[in-house]
């Protein structure tokens, strides 16, 4: 089974869940080109990074979610988890000058979950309701949204679990 990246749920909102994530190591892409089509642009070098393709041809686990950021409406950071507990200092070094690692601190985060295709149009409308909710409980989103894929493409839609989510820098002064 995938390993599932690691969290703590801090409240149960309606429309979404507040998440405390401990301390990450992503492994990613920047990919020109349509959302649609950057998550699949983006999958292969990672993928080829996770099966050896790095200077120690060492082979990691895959996990999951697949996060996909953007950050013009033609350009996508695609990420992969690296396995709970891997420190920074031991990631090997990618082979492929494209492929970067990165540490992301512990942090707080608004989640919203929903099932269906990988649509812009789905993911940016689930992204759209999450930062207003988040806004509308009192809490301060930091940042875009993003997005977490956790199945396979070939899953049919309406069983994927798909997730958006926001960092939250706090609450809202009263």
């Known amino acids: 089974?995938?390993?599932?990246?690691?969290?703590?749920v801090v409240r149960q909102y309606a429309d979404f869940e507040?998440?405390?994530?401990?301390?990450?190591?992503?492994?990613q892409v920047e990919v020109a080109g349509d959302f649609a089509s950057a998550g699949n642009r983006g999958f292969g070098p990672l993928f080829q990074?996770?099966?050896?393709?790095?200077?120690?041809s060492t082979r990691i686990a895959m996990t999951a979610p697949v996060i996909q950021e953007s950050t013009t409406p033609m350009s996508h950071t695609i990420s992969f988890v690296l396995p709970d507990?891997?420190?920074?200092?031991?990631?090997p070094v990618p082979r492929n000058s494209q492929v970067n690692t990165k540490?992301?601190?512990?942090?707080t985060v608004a989640a919203r979950r929903f099932s269906g295709?990988?649509?812009?149009?789905?993911f940016a409308q689930n992204g759209t309701i999450l930062v207003?909710?988040?806004?509308?409980?009192?809490?301060?989103?930091?940042?875009?949204?993003?997005?977490?894929?956790?199945d396979p493409p070939w899953k049919p839609g309406f069983l994927k679990h798909n997730e958006a989510l926001v960092a939250v820098a706090g609450r809202q002064n009263p």
Do not use: C, K
């Open 1 to 8: 089974m995938t390993e599932r990246q690691r969290y703590d």
């Open 18 to 27: 507040l998440r405390h994530y401990p301390r990450t190591v992503l492994v």
């Open 49 to 56: 990074y996770i099966s050896g393709n790095n200077q120690t």
């Open 85 to 91: 507990g891997m420190p920074a200092g031991e990631v």
């Open 103 to 107: 540490e992301v601190p512990e942090r």
């Open 117 to 122: 295709g990988w649509s812009d149009e789905r």
């Open 132 to 150: 207003d909710a988040v806004r509308r409980e009192g809490l301060l989103p930091e940042g875009r949204p993003y997005f977490a894929r956790f």
